[in-house]
Every structure is written in C-alpha cells, then in structure tokens.
C-alpha cells in the first residue's frame, strides 16, 4: 500500500498543482476507503513539493504568476483519475510512458541521430515540454540543438510522429488527461465566443465557466477561484517593505538617475509583484541594486558586491541574487532587449539546418562553451561567411543586449568567428571558468576573424570597436591569471597588451608590476618604479610600498600618499575596496593589485595601518 505523501507526489507529477480535496477523492477511489489523519509536509519539501493555500503545487511552478496562470488553464477540465500501477510509475518525475507512438518516434528518430541515447534525450525533452505547456514548437529547436540533420523531404512525416505521440503525454493544463483522451471525448463543437458571457446565466465569461464542460462532455469538470491573484493592496505593501529596505544601501546610490532605484522598485512592485510574491524584500533590493548598475554601465567590482551583500545582510547570496536580478529583468521589467526583425531568426534557422555541422554532436550540455576549445580547429573560416553571419547578429543584438540567446548559440555553433558574438556572453550570468573559456575563444576568435590585417605592417591597432573587445579581452585573461597566481602568463598577457596598445590606456605597465615581485624580478620593477610619472599615484604609493618591503624608513613617502590620496590610504588599510569606488580606473586597479598582494601577508600592512590610526 503506497503512502498518502507518495501519492501526493505521482499526482503533483502528473498535474502540476492539484488541490488536496481532489487527491483524497483520487486516493480514496484508488486505494478504497483510506482515510487521511495527517500530512507529513517535510517529507513533501523534500521531494521539492510546496503546499500553499490547500494546493500541492511542483516546484518548476515557482512564481505566483505561474501558478496563477497554470490555475486559469486547468480550470473546468475534470481530473484524471490515474490507475493505482501509473500512480507508482508517476512517483517517478522522470517518467515517461513508452507506447506504440514513442516506440515509432524512437525508431524513425534514430534513423537519423545513430545514436539511442541522444534519440531518447529529444524524446524526453519533448515530453516534458508537453507535459509542462503543451508546446509543440519547440521540435526544431530540440533536433537544431542536438545536431541532428533531417532531409527536408522527410521532416513532415517525422514531425506528425512528434503531434502523435504529443496526444498521448498527460499535461498539467488539462489536469492530466492527454490531448487524444479529450479529443475522443468532444461531443460538441463551441458556439459561444470564449469571452462572450456564458448562457448559463453565471454572470462569468464562458471560458471561465461552461465552455468545457459542454465541449468536453464531462460532468465532474470543476472549476477554483484564483487565490493565487496579487491585489493592489499586496502590491503597495511590496513597495513599500522594499523602499524600507532601501534606506539600508549606501547614499550615493541615491544620486543614480533614469532609472533611479525608486523607478526600479515602483515598476517591479505594480507590474512583477506576482513574479516575485516568495522572494524576500531584501534579496529584491540586492538583485535591483544589480541592475542598477547594469542600466548605468557601472562596474560591479566583487568588493562592491560583497559590501552592499553586509549591508542587506544578505551576504553569501551573490550567486542566487545575480540569478534574481536577470529574472526580474525579463520578467518584470519587459523586453528591454527586443529584435526588431523576426525575418533575421528565420534566417538563422535556416543557414543552421543547411549548415549543421558534425560536430555539434559532441557539444557538452552542462558547459556551452567547452566546445569553443576544439571547435576553432574543426570549422573552416570563410570571410564572405563572416560577413554574413556578422549581419545576422547585429539584427539580433540591435539594442545592444543578448535577448534571443538561442539564436546567439545557434551563430557561435554554426561560425564561432565573431568575437563581438562571443563577448556578449560574457555580460550574462556564467560561471568563472565558462569567462576564462570565454575570454580564451575571443582572443582566438579575433585573431583569426582579423589576422590578415593584423599580419598586415600598416595596420595600425586601436583600443576602439572591435580591437577594444580584443585587448580588454587579453586585459581581463591577464588579471585572472594574476588571480590564479599564474604569473608568468599573467605577464605575457599584460606584455602582449602593451605591444598593441603602446598608449597604455587600461594601465597594463602598472598591472605588471605585481606580476614581477612575485616571479622575483625586482630589478625590472625598479627600473618601471623608475620610469613612472613623478607625482603619479602608481609612483607615490608603489614608492612607499618598495620601502615596506625592503624595511626601510618610509614616514615622508607616507606623508606623500597622505596627500596624494588619502581615501586610497585608508581603504588599503583597512582593506576595505569600497571606499575608492568613486575614483577612477588607475586608483581602483592599484588598489585591487596592492590588497590581493598583501592579502597574503598583512603584517607588512600592519606597520602602515599603525602609522596611519596615530597619525
């Protein structure tokens, strides 16, 4: 005899969300008799099962939007009453029922993939689309991804396979009962419009009351009022817990204009709250914080982000509130980042299934980019197909922001020759070691995009277009491998920049310089300490640090970094990278380079912080 809670779960899998009188209906006709003392909700948390106003509800339903949503779909169908054998196979989410259609598609499927298990992961991903949304459009993109390539003349009949076996998958939107089942039960056609009001005299639209139980023939179809709906009241309470919370934050966010952090929260609080009805008011605040910065190209350093983290006493969360952040940007704020032109995916849909190249096959799902290491070597470059492509992605990326990064993949897989396609990448939420990747192929991508005019002795480079993607690109690899301790590739980079860009405008001489204390080079670092501007604030502060380091007097160089800067002063001190956020690029990069430096050893700051607190 299966447990109470383990039927909730098979029935939450097969529907999404489903009240509890319905379970006990279903429980009670499949089980006979049983009665129900208690709920061990633990138990349910654990199997990722919320319990909210007598709904049992999927985790994958997250927001109250969703939720509310999925409700007004599945209102007016009846429940399926599954057998007590598909209640043991659906305590299994995964589960997916292998019939005549599924064993059809499979072996039509593989036909072209010669490969069972990529066969049965589109199947898989198919069904669970259909089961979540009903969606059936998104077949292309399921064989597009995997690199399966289908003669056009056999597409059709392939995709009536799809549509089959689709009528046979139960769907949370129709209280999990299959497309076939209540096609086979329609015994009437509508008649009525489905906003019309409904002839029952309910007063209700007739979507919301009759339209199914007519159409589908059942006369235990039922119907629930919304509660998951967001009043006006709920959304000024949201507005104003995260305007509180927002007197928390520092005051020179204040200062932050079109959009201002107020115009942030008054337009997530009247046209996202349902989005965002379980999240915390201060994890809201921290991810619109995020934004913020995004909309006024501010660089979020990773000190800044950890003191605005204390603040909110939100710390350890920068990972959940980056993910936060650009939810609430697609979700709650619009399509900020449209394509104007739809005929440009179509498009790209094409030369992508005309194009489909083998080794798509192989591209590793858990890590996109991982491709990108091999891939260079495997695709023959072509200018007139660069052009072509760089056409196709400027209509994707017309406002300057990765929207469609299907469409983004789909380029990078068919010509991974684009570095500007590649950089957008990195503006979205990846993980350290899919930027190293990242930064790795944009350095390779542009060499080879451009190599016949940087082979070319008249070319002359520039920090500017596509160059200043190039060498940021190199800058940013060479900090990380700093990072790492990998300093003599560190310096290799740093030195590359430089014979580039001799203008020095990102301060790669000066990042250098504690490329060359670690790797004992302290003549080289003598002779740049030498050449530096007199009066710089490289040249006063890398001055006084020389003389911490060798142990010698350093009371007047102090009293020149004093003078000089005493905000950077104070931050190195006392280790705190936030207080020199408003000034510019050189003094934050020395800062950031001098407290990773002594980081490792703060005795030798010690001796400065002393001098510094008794002035």
């Known amino acids: 005899m299966m447990r109470y809670e383990d039927v909730v779960i098979s029935l939450v899998n097969i529907n999404g969300l489903i009240h509890k009188n319905e379970i006990d209906k279903i429980y009670k006709s499949v089980f006979a008799d049983l009665s129900v003392d208690s709920i061990n909700l633990n138990y349910l948390n654990e199997s990722f099962i919320d319990y909210e106003n007598n709904f049992f509800i999927h985790d994958s339903v997250h927001s109250l939007k969703d939720r509310k949503d999925l409700l007004d779909d599945k209102n007016l169908y009846p429940y399926y009453n599954p057998t007590s054998t598909e209640i043991k196979f659906y305590l299994d989410e995964d589960y997916i029922e292998k019939n005549n259609e599924y064993n059809e598609l499979f072996s039509i499927l ?65 209280n999990g009962f299959t497309l076939n089942e209540l096609k086979n039960r329609n015994t009437k056609t509508q008649k009525v419009g489905r906003n019309e009001p409904c002839p029952c005299g309910s007063g209700k639209k007739y979507k919301k009351c009759c339209i199914d139980k007519e159409d589908i023939g059942m006369d235990d179809a039922i119907f629930y009022e919304n509660i998951f709906e967001v009043s006006v009241d709920d959304k000024n309470i949201l507005e104003r817990k995260l305007m509180h919370k927002m007197t928390n934050v520092h005051f020179h966010i204040m200062n932050m204009k079109e959009p201002s952090l107020e115009d942030l929260i008054s337009d997530v609080s009247r046209f996202g709250a349902e989005y965002i009805s379980d999240k915390r008011p201060q994890d809201i605040v921290g991810s619109l914080l995020y934004i913020l910065f995004r909309r006024h190209n501010v660089n979020i350093t990773e000190k800044r982000k950890e003191q605005l983290l204390k603040v909110l006493r939100v710390y350890g969360k920068r990972d959940y509130l980056d993910r936060i952040s650009y939810y609430i940007e697609r979700e709650c704020l619009g399509d900020y980042m449209k394509i104007d032109s739809i005929d440009s995916i179509s498009v790209v849909n094409e030369l992508y299934r005309r194009n489909n190249i083998e080794v798509f096959k192989a591209i590793p799902k858990k890590n996109p980019f991982k491709f990108l290491e091999t891939i260079f070597d495997e695709i023959e470059y072509s200018e007139e197909m660069a052009d072509g492509f760089e056409k196709f992605a400027l209509e994707i990326l017309k406002d300057g922001s990765v929207n469609q990064k299907l469409e983004l993949y789909k380029l990078v897989y068919l010509f991974p020759f684009l570095p500007f396609v590649l950089y957008e990448f990195l503006q979205g939420e990846i993980s350290y070691k899919e930027r190293l990747l990242l930064l790795k192929s944009i350095i390779k991508s542009y060499e080879i995009r451009y190599e016949n005019e940087m082979n070319n002795k008249e070319f002359e480079f520039t920090v500017d277009g596509d160059n200043k993607i190039y060498i940021l690109s190199i800058d940013s690899l060479a900090f990380f491998m700093k990072e790492e301790g990998k300093h003599k590739k560190s310096l290799e980079l740093y030195d590359k920049a430089l014979s580039l860009d001799p203008s020095n405008k990102y301060g790669y001489s000066e990042a250098n310089l504690i490329n060359y204390i670690k790797l004992g080079r302290i003549d080289i670092f003598d002779k740049e300490l030498e050449e530096l501007e007199e009066g710089s604030l490289y040249k006063i502060f890398l001055d006084l640090l020389n003389k911490l380091i060798k142990d010698e007097p350093f009371h007047n160089d102090y009293l020149k970094a004093y003078d000089r800067c005493e905000t950077l002063l104070e931050a190195i001190c006392e280790n705190d990278f936030f207080l020199i956020d408003e000034y510019d690029h050189t003094a934050k990069l020395f800062a950031q380079d001098f407290l990773a430096f002594f980081n490792q050893d703060r005795s030798v700051i010690k001796k400065l912080k002393d001098i510094h607190q008794n002035n």
Do not use: A, H, M
């Not at 593989?110 to 998104?138: A, P």
């Not at 292309?140 to 597409?155: A, D, H, K, T």
């Open 110 to 174: 593989n036909k072209y993939t010669q490969d069972e298990e990529i066969s049965e992961d589109i199947i898989f991903d198919f069904s669970l689309g259909v089961r979540i949304s009903l969606d059936f459009e998104d077949v292309l993109s399921l064989l597009e991804r995997s690199g399966v390539e289908i003669p056009e003349e056999q597409f059709d009949s392939l995709l009536k396979c799809f549509v089959s076996y689709g009528g046979t998958i139960r769907s949370w939107k129709t």
